[in-house]
């Protein structure tokens, strides 16, 4: 059987469900082997919390490089892996830091390149949603080892119970790897709510919050769930870009998109029309973003949203 190595996802040392999501996609492949990369000292524990997903094999590279030389000595490292073990694919998360180390790989390894693809089949054929996902594709890489990134919350993850091997492996990282160094860095700030890309809910402010966000906040508090907020509101200055979904922000694809005040624009609608189901709150009945609600209320946020989360704190009680 194939094997097919993933890039296993860290946020501030923790594990994510995405690494999950990408072991998910990568056995439809072959047998799974979720490569770690981590700072001195850390490779166990980073190691030990993959015990979750579909992952045969776990393939451990140590060095305080990726602190101080971040994506070039990441990239460097997986290439030589690649080398070394010749995988049939390389899945890798669609966020930022994904993104910068695929292109990278992809280049060292004189690889084709697929990104946010939303599912791979047994064929490493992948599906991309584009257009602003008005359009589905299916392609597949010609030349090298395939590299594929995956967006997150896409594939619903495998969380069976495994207990894979562990290997430690050492590699020097090239010198033209350390041109850029690292001098600071602030882990992103985590609050009570989930992390938007990951949340199985998103309840999303726009335009028609006029800037007030409470009434947003306290229906994803009573649903567990992360806030977001359209680029008209973050423009705006009221809501911080870091939660902006959308073409130029995150992509997200939750169980549940509670869409409030948002009219629809494309830019905004290329961010989450992924999503399984998607509820819109909005005073416009002729608003866009009706036209791929599942379910839809015409109303004022300010009216509909309190009494929503009046009723789902009552449910809870």
């Not at 994510?16 to 056995?27: P, R, S, V, Y």
């Not at 590299?147 to 010198?175: C, G, H, M, Q, Y």
């Not at 990951?198 to 906040?217: L, M, P, Q, Y």
Request: charged share 15%.
């Amino acid at each position: 059987m194939s094997s097919v190595l993933i890039l296993a996802d860290f946020i501030g040392g923790k594990n994510t469900k995405t690494t999950a999501e990408l072991a998910t996609a990568a056995a439809h492949i072959g047998d799974v082997t979720a490569v770690v990369l981590a700072p001195v000292g850390q490779g166990a524990a980073y190691a030990a919390a993959l015990v979750q997903a579909p992952i045969s094999n776990v393939l451990v590279v140590e060095s305080d490089s990726f602190l101080t030389h971040g994506v070039a000595a990441a990239a460097d490292v997986l290439t030589q892996i690649i080398a070394a073990k010749n995988p049939a694919a390389v899945l890798i998360a669609s966020h930022a830091f994904g993104k910068e180390v695929a292109g990278r790989v992809a280049v060292k390894s004189n690889s084709g390149i697929i990104t946010d693809a939303v599912d791979v089949a047994a064929d490493i054929t992948a599906t991309q949603l584009v257009f602003g996902g008005s359009t589905t594709v299916h392609s597949k890489i010609s030349h090298g080892t395939p590299i594929i990134t995956v967006r997150p919350n896409s594939i619903t993850a495998d969380l069976k119970s495994v207990s894979p091997t562990i290997e430690t492996l050492s590699f020097d990282i090239a010198d033209n790897a350390k041109k850029s160094t690292v001098t600071s860095s602030q882990p992103p700030v985590q609050g009570g709510r989930p992390e938007l890309t990951e949340a199985d809910i998103v309840v999303s402010g726009g335009r028609g919050t006029n800037g007030d966000f409470s009434a947003v906040e306290a229906f994803a508090d009573s649903l567990g769930a992360a806030v977001g907020a359209s680029r008209a509101a973050t423009d705006a200055g009221w809501y911080p870009h870091s939660h902006q979904v959308g073409q130029t922000g995150k992509t997200v694809s939750p169980q549940l998109y509670v869409a409030c005040g948002i009219s629809g624009a494309i830019q905004h609608r290329a961010g989450m029309q992924t999503s399984k189901a998607i509820l819109v709150i909005n005073k416009d009945p002729e608003a866009p973003i009706f036209e791929i609600a599942d379910f839809g209320v015409i109303g004022d946020l300010f009216a509909v949203l309190p009494k929503a989360t009046e009723g789902v704190n009552a449910r809870k009680s």
